[in-house]
């Protein structure tokens, strides 16, 4: 067997484990949707059968869902920062689904003042309908990638079809919003955390003088 790990040479995948969470959630999210995105154009300009449209489904889900826990984490410590209070995400690894995410991405978002006309949609409303809909489709990410559930029932779309290119017209503006939400929250953060310290430290001065 041709060696593959920690080889010298090109092509070589190293794995960011030095990096911030919301780095490594991002790198992730943003290597899924590259992917969905490439296996679309081919899509397009080669033809397709139906297996071709289960992994791009799945790679924009799953970038969906690395996006928006990228968004929560490091957005719940901003306002943890902010406030002294943000959202609860000690669980955000624990599940794969979609809908916990719509309640602290709207706090995060409104704190922000920011809207989701850029990412393609009028109102927070409409996000939170689209997040809905496609988790009635693929509540727990089983859905695009797998036939059945651990139970062995299926676990598939059973209601009809899903139009690749729409779908994907609709992730491609909502996934490039969120990659640029989550690096702004970043730079919010680190600024915050710096300026937090900086009066901690004064404070302690000022107490020790």
């Known amino acids: 067997m041709k060696p593959f ?3 010298r040479g090109d092509w070589n995948v190293r794995f960011h484990v030095s990096e911030p969470v919301v780095v490594q959630l991002s790198a992730y999210a943003l290597g899924y949707r590259e992917a969905a995105k490439v296996l679309v154009r081919r899509l397009v300009t080669d033809g397709y059968g139906d297996y ?26 901003l306002l943890g920062l902010l406030k002294g209070a943000g959202p609860n995400t000690t669980r955000l690894f624990e599940r794969h689904e979609l809908s916990p995410l719509i309640s602290p991405s709207r706090a995060i978002l409104s704190t922000m003042k920011w809207d989701l006309r850029a990412a393609g949609f009028e109102s ?38 899903i139009n690749i290119l729409a779908f994907a017209e609709v992730c491609d503006p909502l996934l490039s919003y969120l990659e640029g939400a989550v690096d702004a929250i ?8 710096e300026a937090s310290h ?12």
């Open 5 to 7: 790990i920690n080889v």
């Open 52 to 77: 071709d449209g289960y992994p791009i489904l799945y790679l924009y889900r799953h970038s969906l869902e690395l996006y928006m826990k990228a968004l929560v984490y490091r957005g719940a410590s």
């Open 124 to 161: 927070f409303r409409e996000f939170e309908e689209f997040i809905q809909l496609l988790e009635s489709i693929d509540p727990k990410s089983y859905a695009f990638r797998y036939p059945v559930d651990r139970a062995g029932n299926v676990s598939g779309v059973k209601f009809g079809t």
């Open 186 to 193: 970043e730079e919010h953060w680190q600024f915050a955390a």
């Open 198 to 209: 900086e009066i901690q430290q004064f404070l302690s001065s000022e107490g020790d003088a």
